[in-house]
């Protein structure tokens, strides 16, 4: 955008949010991920959701509904041991370490900090970590000696849906906290300029 803008050279660049400003807007955004991640994916809170809809109408079919709340299968794998199991949240812990560290970038390389901005490199961030993580488990569950590699990785993807909704909605909340840091932050003063002799 700054290039194709023929009069960005003319025109003064934003003061760009500070280092502790960025780094509270990516730790914002990455609780709103991390809610979703361990709370909307675990099994028990999808089986009340599931049955939270009985009637009839848009949300009549709450498994469509899950698909668009569920980064990961948190609770996954259940019938191993707790070790097995922390090892299938280091995808998890990638999948938060990439979204931290989307949202921390941003601010900083944004001309200037808008909602739509934020929402698309919050989607990018969080595909991309949903993206890693369901490849990290799929290497995890991969058994060559009884299936063939695609039954292993014909689930990847089932994530993105989620990640659209969630990246938009970490992205805003990015956007608002640099926004109203911004606003209430006190301007930097004035340097005195030289006078010509």
Do not use: K
Not at 122 to 140: F, K, N, Q
């Amino acid at each position: 955008m700054t290039l194709l803008r023929s009069e960005a050279a003319s025109e003064p660049r934003p003061a760009v949010p500070t280092t502790a400003t960025a780094r509270l807007a990516a730790t914002l955004g990455t609780a709103v991920v991390a809610f979703a991640l361990v709370v909307l994916s675990n099994d028990r809170v999808a089986g009340h959701i599931q049955t939270a809809f009985d009637g009839g109408g848009r949300l009549s079919e709450p498994g469509d509904l899950l698909q668009w709340i569920q980064l990961s299968a948190w609770t996954m794998p259940t019938s191993s041991t707790f070790g097995h199991w922390l090892l299938y949240r280091l995808g998890d812990v990638a999948l938060l370490v990439l979204v931290w560290w989307g949202l921390r970038l941003l601010p900083v390389l944004l001309d200037r900090v808008t909602y739509p901005a934020c929402a698309l490199g919050a989607v990018a961030a969080t595909t991309l970590g949903v993206e890693v993580s369901e490849i990290w488990t799929s290497l995890l569950s991969y058994q060559g000696t009884t299936a063939g590699p695609l039954l292993y990785y014909v689930s990847l993807g089932s994530g993105v849906s989620a990640a659209l909704v969630i990246g938009v909605l970490a992205g805003c909340v990015c956007a608002a906290t640099v926004r109203l840091r911004s606003r209430t932050r006190p301007p930097a003063p004035a340097t005195a300029q030289t006078q010509p002799a």
